[in-house]
């Protein structure tokens, strides 16, 4: 059975690190590319980050190029999205999917997200 989990979310502060974890079961990441969304309060959920299973290519959103960086670790069987300079602006839910590799026109989209994770919370305060 597919599952990922999320972990990693927390409370920082303005110019402050995260590292968030994404770990994968019931496939390896050679099987499915995983992106990272985040919904923030009354707002829509976007895609933030994206890992291809095919290639390993990673995508970004606009907003947080040169801050986010996302990676995988094949023996973990864990991929990670290390977030620096956390502005408030950064604060939502954060959640990874998984699901196939897909070509999309979408920036940062690389997947169809088929699995969710329940989410982890990231505060920024100022």
């Given amino acids: 059975q597919v ?14 690190s995260l590292r968030l974890s994404c770990a994968a079961s019931g496939f390896t990441l050679d099987m499915y590319s ?12 976007e895609v933030v980050s994206c890992i ?10 606009n907003s947080v190029k040169g801050r986010f960086t996302i990676s995988r670790d094949n023996a973990k069987n864990t991929v990670y999205l290390q977030m620096d300079n956390l502005t ?3 604060t939502a839910v ?3 999917a998984a699901g ?3 070509f999309t026109t979408v920036q940062a989209l690389c997947l169809l997200p088929n ?10 305060s100022s």
């Fill in 3 to 16: 599952h990922v989990v999320e972990s990693g979310g927390g409370l920082v502060q303005r110019g402050g």
């Fill in 115 to 124: 699995y969710w994770g329940q989410g982890t919370q990231v505060t920024v």
């Fill in 34 to 45: 995983i992106g990272w969304f985040r919904q923030a309060p009354g707002k829509e959920r």
């Fill in 100 to 102: 196939p590799d897909v």
């Fill in 94 to 96: 954060y959640y990874c």
């Fill in 88 to 90: 408030p602006e950064d």
């Fill in 52 to 61: 291809s299973s095919h290639d390993g290519r990673e995508s970004y959103t």
